[in-house]
Structures are given as structure tokens and as C-alpha cells.
């Protein structure tokens, strides 16, 4: 399923293929699968260590307009995180 990471409210099917998925959504249900243990990862994975520092480098922040956004710490990276979050929303709510 092709995700196109967004800054909306709401997810929604583009007639391009791509499902326009808001960060928010993405980082919401990890977090939800992360906080129910229905997401684990084996400890020998080869870039778990990688994962995990993302995971731990990951901040939500309110903007002075109330927005909330999402982002790895400045110098740090969050695309395992990404690509982990795109295949739970994925599992979540397609399959």
C-alpha cells in the first residue's frame, strides 16, 4: 500500500494509488500498538538498536499556533520509525 506521509486531519485514498496518511495517525497507532505490546521486534533484528534509538530520539511538539508536530530530535534520524509506523497503520486499517 503506497502512503504519502501528510500534515492533514484525516486519512484518505488519492485517485493516484497513494493513501494520503497524517503524520499523526502514523505515530498515533504506533504508539498505541507499541503501549498495547502487540508490537515487539526480535532482538537479534539486524537494526533493532537502530529502531530503538529512534524511537527514543522521536519528540511531539505543540507549536505556538497549537499545532502539533512530529519529528526526530535535530540531528537525528526517524525513518526506520516511519517506515515501521506506515506498515502498522497498514495493518491497522487496510488489511
Not at 493513501?19 to 537479534?44: C, E, F, S
Request: proline share 4%; aromatic share 6%.
Amino acid at each position: 500500500v503506497p502512503i504519502l506521509i501528510t500534515g492533514g486531519s484525516t486519512p484518505s485514498q488519492a485517485d493516484d494509488g497513494y493513501v494520503h496518511v497524517p503524520k499523526r495517525d502514523l505515530i498515533g497507532v504506533t504508539r498505541m500498538l507499541l503501549d498495547a505490546q502487540r508490537l515487539r521486534w526480535a532482538a537479534g533484528l539486524p537494526e533493532a538498536r537502530v529502531l530503538e534509538a529512534e524511537l527514543a530520539n522521536f519528540r511531539t511538539k505543540l507549536t505556538a499556533n497549537l499545532t502539533d508536530t512530529y519529528n526526530a530530535r535535530e540531528g537525528a534520524h526517524d525513518d526506520l520509525l516511519l517506515a515501521l509506523a506506515c506498515a502498522a497503520w497498514v495493518g491497522e486499517y487496510v488489511l
